[in-house]
């Protein structure tokens, strides 16, 4: 996936984008090749309605792109939401290329193993590993969804493809008789990615061996990708018999990788000073007791308070097997928020947690949180995470990638060229004005990039 979004980049570059002392803006044929290679990773074909247009100086090269995407555009059915049929191949290029980059966002994008020696083909089989870009996609595509959407919303989000009930599981091969669920067994669909379904909880019986049940395929946890049940699964990576305990015993990978996916910060995300006040001395965790080490842990063990009950749940026999990340109800009352030595009751607690940073300009943000909805949207109150957003966007679409940390840490101080701020301040200028934005719309946001001058130029990495 990384491979291909970073072909297109790398072909552009050789073609358009070799940079030169001295910038000069594009002709109108040469950045509609630019735009239109950026989203479809295609060259426009002989008959493109567009470039005859765009070489008499009838269309503006961006506006023509633009219609490209916005062409690509969801329709609502009920709970469904799907390309429209005979949609020009532009526009599904434009929205399937658009996938593949936020699929690349996530650092977590195959299912680990988790029982020794046992296939995980049946987790690959009724899971999408790519569900927690739909999330973006979905945002993306579908008219008046804010990107606030991807984390808050309260449904599970599964994908419209072209094969939607497969007789067979992608990865395992295995008939649907043959599953523990029997034939309604969910298989993922299969195929090109024609738009999304929102999930209802819906139990699903089964029988092994061992034991028959019932279980949740699609739970909405909160959150919107936070919770996903295919993004727990993703991310959490912790031992088979896996219980949280408060001290050693964290979900912490889950929390890293929200920060990274997410926020676009790399841990430690908090200064020296601002972990003092968590050091034990008789911490039965090494690190509370040096500081540095908190540093990491104050953010991310913290944030994961809010899945202290998560429990991996194995279904199937050794041919086809299924390990499912899932939430338990607590059964305890509140504990200590962040126990420095084991707390055997911990994961039996009610969810809560702590997001803990430092923003963009330096600021602590210390908002505690009662569960996955309540992180959802006490993230999706920063300015940091849609700075985040409008930095993933940049990187694709303008090549550069600028770093967001704390600025005035005293410590660890950032230093950054002139050319540097310049292109941070853009982006931050840009998340700022997502968030302001009603719609909240990552079309808009896209639309602002491609549209500023600087995207016109032969060299566009310099002002």
Not at 12 to 22: A, D, H, I, M, N
Not at 347 to 375: E, T
Not at 451 to 460: A, E, I, N, Q
Request: charged fraction near 20%; charge should be neutral.
């Amino acid at each position: 996936m990384q491979r291909l979004v970073q072909s297109l980049v790398l072909s552009l570059g050789s073609l358009l984008l070799t940079p030169l002392v001295k910038a000069d803006p594009l002709s109108g044929v040469a950045l509609y090749y630019r735009c239109y290679g950026q989203l479809t990773q295609q060259f426009p074909a002989a008959n493109d309605p567009y470039l005859p247009q765009v070489r008499d100086g009838k269309l503006n090269p961006i506006d023509a792109c633009i219609d490209i995407l916005m062409k690509a555009s969801l329709l609502e059915s009920g709970n469904q939401s799907r390309l429209s049929a005979g949609l020009q191949a532009s526009s599904v290029d434009a929205f399937q290329t658009m996938h593949k980059v936020h699929v690349s966002w996530f650092q977590d994008r195959n299912f680990s193993v988790v029982l020794n020696n046992i296939s995980l083909r049946g987790t690959e089989d009724i899971y999408d590993a790519e569900a927690p870009a739909f999330y973006l996609t979905r945002a993306l595509f579908r008219p008046d969804t804010g990107i606030d959407s991807v984390i808050t919303m309260a449904r599970t989000l599964r994908a419209l493809r072209t094969n939607q009930t497969p007789d067979k599981g992608v990865s395992s091969k295995i008939v649907r008789a043959e599953t523990p669920f029997g034939t309604n067994v969910p298989f993922a669909a299969t195929g090109e990615l024609q738009g999304f379904m929102l999930m209802p909880p819906t139990a699903f019986d089964y029988t092994t061996s061992q034991s028959s049940n019932k279980f949740v395929i699609d739970k909405a946890n909160g959150g919107g990708i936070l919770g996903d049940p295919a993004y727990l699964r993703l991310t959490v990576n912790e031992e088979p018999n896996f219980k949280a305990t408060g001290a050693l015993a964290v979900p912490r990978k889950w929390s890293r990788a929200v920060m990274s996916d997410l926020m676009c910060r790399d841990i430690p995300a908090v200064r020296t000073a601002d972990a003092l006040a968590f050091r034990v001395a008789n911490s039965t965790a090494e690190f509370r007791k040096e500081s540095a080490c908190i540093r990491c842990h104050a953010t991310i063990d913290r944030m994961a308070g809010v899945i202290r009950g998560i429990r991996y749940v194995d279904i199937g026999d050794r041919e086809w097997r299924i390990d499912f990340a899932t939430l338990v109800n607590p059964t305890m009352p509140a504990g200590v928020a962040w126990p420095s030595k084991e707390d055997a009751t911990y994961s039996a607690q009610p969810p809560s947690g702590v997001l803990y940073f430092r923003d963009y300009k330096g600021r602590l943000v210390n908002q505690p949180v009662d569960n996955l909805a309540g992180l959802g949207a006490a993230i999706a109150a920063t300015d940091d995470f849609y700075i985040c957003m409008a930095k993933r966007y940049y990187s694709y679409f303008m090549g550069v990638d600028v770093k967001l940390a704390d600025p005035t840490d005293p410590v660890n101080p950032v230093t950054l060229s002139d050319l540097d701020k310049y292109h941070l301040q853009r982006v931050v200028d840009l998340g700022l004005e997502l968030k302001a934005d009603v719609k909240k719309s990552s079309f808009t946001l896209i639309k602002k990039i491609l549209s500023h001058p600087d995207y016109g130029m032969d060299d566009y990495h310099s002002k």
